[in-house]
């Protein structure tokens, strides 16, 4: 017997009087559940994962390459005294130019710079060290750097 057929019987039960309003609410909360039951699909499997190839042991970092062009912005925080990291963030450089035309919407100070020409000067070489600091009072060294 179909749900709909069921839903139309109950209703039917109650127009006749043989069962009250409550019970008839009670019957479709059930039979609704039962319909959630016989509806809800199985979850699909997932795709087979594709062969990667894998990378050889023997490979150059990008940085150490000549002639490639580094393509991340490297932010560390390190302990100046364990050398422990407190903060390692990579960001890609074409996120990085992203951030910077929205930044400098917000610093009038810096309006006129070409950003543009910057990024395209950090990612023309292999690793460069943009900022290296020691903060003495707070026992960090901070390194941000292009690789």
């Known amino acids: 017997m179909s749900i709909?057929?069921?839903r139309r019987e109950i209703l039917q039960m109650l127009a006749n009087g043989s069962i009250t309003a409550e019970e008839a609410g009670d019957l479709l909360v059930q039979l609704k559940a039962e319909?959630?039951?016989?509806?809800a699909p199985p979850p699909p499997a997932p795709p087979a994962p594709e062969a990667v190839e894998p990378i050889a042991?023997?490979?150059?970092?990008?940085?150490?390459?000549?002639?490639k062009k580094g393509r991340w912005?490297?932010?560390?925080?390190?302990?100046?005294e364990s050398g422990r990291a407190r903060v390692s963030v990579r960001i890609p450089l074409s996120l990085a130019r992203v951030g910077l035309r929205m930044g400098a919407r917000f610093a009038p100070e810096i309006e006129g710079l070409d950003?543009?020409?910057a990024l395209q000067e950090l990612s023309s070489g292999g690793e460069q060290t943009l900022i290296e600091v020691n903060d003495e009072s707070?026992?960090?060294?901070?390194h941000?750097?292009?690789?």
């Open 115 to 117: 950003w543009d020409e």
């Open 4 to 6: 709909e057929t069921k």
């Open 35 to 39: 319909e959630a039951e016989v509806a």
């Open 73 to 80: 912005l490297n932010i560390r925080v390190t302990d100046a």
């Open 138 to 142: 707070d026992g960090e060294h901070v």
């Open 57 to 67: 042991a023997e490979a150059e970092p990008l940085a150490k390459r000549p002639g």
């Open 144 to 147: 941000i750097f292009v690789s």
